[in-house]
């Protein structure tokens, strides 16, 4: 018994805490942003929530996926790296749902006559923002499954994924969506890459190929999205894209 969990011990390194303790962030930002609209929703009747039946579809994708990337990393931290290869292509079908979800949820949103619930900007300039956060969680997850065998890039490009998911959790967290400011969203999003970064610096002293590239797209994507958004170009594209659902 003592050998047992003396192994377990050694294990769990100061990596594996730390990628298993990011999952959980993560999903703890999901849980506490999506906690009134979706996961606790019968406790808050007053607040703005959606009743189309896709829109649940496409939280219970999401949620799962929260919960997947926190096993994954578990089953890495107590070395059954075979189970988390195991479970991999389940995890590529789920983003790969998630993504259709996320975008024929988003188009939804926007064809509704108030648009998107409790955002002030106009459906079709503010639909820029879901599209490009499917554009980029599903590009982060393909480059990371494509980069399976080099385990230090896999598991960043995974967390960079789902980092690019949480402005919309945090655009619902009390006291933040109060302020009503996207960049504060994206900030507290932002806060994932920079954990990941000093975690770059006190593991291999410099950073990750990984780290830069990707976290400087999401970086990047936030002001580029704000200035295209209100371009005859993007609302006529965005027009386009709405009208299918239509």
Known sequence: MATTAARVRVRWT???KFYTGMAVAMFVATYVGFARSFFLRP????WPSPHEPIFYVHGTLFASWCVL???????????????HRRVGPWGAVLAASMVVFGVLAALSAANRPGGFIAVPVPPMQFLIVPLVDMLLFGTFVTVAILRRRDAQAHKRWMILATTSLLGAAFSRWPGIHDTGNPLVYFGCASLFIVALAIWDFRSRGR??????VGGALLVVSVPLRLALSSTPEWLAFATWAAGLMR
Do not use: C, I
């Not at 406790?43 to 007053?46: G, S, T």
């Not at 990337?69 to 189970?83: C, I, K, N, P, T």
């Not at 950073?207 to 830069?212: A, D, K």
């Open 14 to 16: 100061a990596e594996r």
């Open 43 to 46: 406790l808050f009747p007053e």
């Open 69 to 83: 990337l926190m096993a994954q990393a578990s089953f890495v931290g107590v070395g059954r790296v075979d189970v």
């Open 207 to 212: 950073l990750h190929r990984t780290t830069v």
